[in-house]
Every structure is written in structure tokens, then in C-alpha cells.
């Protein structure tokens, strides 16, 4: 039961990191910090007040970038991979005492797999958005997902079940959100090309 809590305390916390990168590690660090929340030991500097420091700093420069035009769609396609490598960080360092092997490959392919899914569903919604309003959309889009990062960090260090259901339903969004723009841009290249 410890290791499904912490596979879902893990993938939630991924998912997470899919809407803004340094939230959900700022949560983690916070909770250890302050609340009652043990770190494996490899990840035991999170616990560290340099580090509460430097993710509270980078957090606040990851929040305001999403205010300015441009420079959200370019941290968009730093993100994607970047969010990635932080989801299947997440999901390793909850997993704790499983085996090595089975520890990263999980966190490989339900982490960072999770994060790269959200991370694609609002890189495209952002997309839409610049194209529909000339970018005037992405204000609150930004303000959506550094709440819902937040929101979902806190749940899932709280209630964890809870979390996954909700990481469940935004999965099955994401996903029908990237397989619904895919064919779209397949199309317009197609016309380009005529």
C-alpha cells in the first residue's frame, strides 16, 4: 500500500511539473522543511533551506516569464523536455525502497510520461490561444496553470488518491487535446506543400 501511495503521491507531483516546472519540488522542499514529510535519501538536499531559497527564486522567475508575450511560447519548447526529466525525477524520488531497475523505469514511463503529456496539452493550448487572441489569452492561461500546479502539489502531498483521480482525468484530456491538434498541423503542412 506504502509504495501505491507514493507511486501516486510521485505521479501527481509529475503532473504537476507538467504545468510549471519549480512548483511541485518548492512544495516537496516546503513540506519537508516545515511539515511532515520524509525525503528518500538521494533527495534529502531538498529538505535543505538553500534549497527551499533557490526553488522559491526560480519558481517566482518561472510564474512572471508566463506573463510575457513570446517568451511563454519559447519556454514552451524549453519545458517540454525539461518538464520530462523533472516529472520522472519526481516519481523516483517517492518511490523509494523498490528495486533501482523497476524505481526509474516506473518513474520513466508513468513520471515523466505524465508530465510530458500535461506539458503538451498546455504547450498546445497556449498555441491556440496566441493564434485565437494574439496572445492576450495567454494571461490567463498562465494564471490557470501556476494555480493548478499549485492546487494538484498540495493535493497531492495532502491526498494523494485524491490527486491521481484528478491526474487521471487530466490525462485523458491531455491526451485527446494533442490527438486532436496533430492531425490539424498534419493537414496544414499537407496544403503548404500543394
Do not use: H
Not at 48 to 60: E, F, H, K, Q, W
Not at 122 to 128: C, E, H, I
Amino acid at each position: 500500500m506504502d509504495v501505491l501511495l507514493s507511486l501516486c503521491l510521485g505521479i501527481a507531483l509529475s503532473a504537476a511539473s507538467g504545468f510549471r516546472i519549480f512548483i511541485p519540488p518548492l512544495a516537496m522542499s516546503l513540506a519537508a522543511n516545515y511539515g511532515d514529510y520524509n525525503l528518500s535519501p538521494q533527495f534529502e538536499w531538498l529538505g535543505t533551506t538553500p534549497a527551499l531559497v533557490a526553488l522559491g527564486i526560480a519558481t517566482i522567475v518561472e510564474v512572471l516569464a508566463y506573463y510575457i508575450p513570446v517568451v511563454d511560447n519559447l519556454l514552451d519548447t524549453i519545458e517540454l523536455p525539461t518538464a520530462v526529466a523533472v516529472g520522472t525525477i519526481l516519481t523516483g524520488a517517492n518511490l523509494g525502497d523498490v528495486n533501482p531497475v523497476l524505481q526509474w523505469t516506473i518513474a520513466i514511463v508513468a513520471g515523466g510520461g505524465t508530465a510530458g503529456a500535461i506539458e503538451g496539452a498546455a504547450a498546445v493550448t497556449r498555441l491556440a490561444s496566441t493564434g485565437l487572441t494574439g496572445g492576450m489569452g495567454n494571461i490567463l492561461l498562465a494564471t490557470m496553470e501556476a494555480l493548478s500546479s499549485a492546487v494538484l502539489s498540495i493535493l497531492a502531498l495532502s491526498l494523494p488518491l485524491l490527486a491521481i483521480a484528478l491526474v487521471i482525468g487530466l490525462l485523458i484530456f491531455a491526451v485527446t487535446k494533442i490527438s486532436k491538434f496533430f492531425p490539424v498541423l498534419v493537414q496544414k503542412v499537407k496544403r503548404r506543400r500543394s
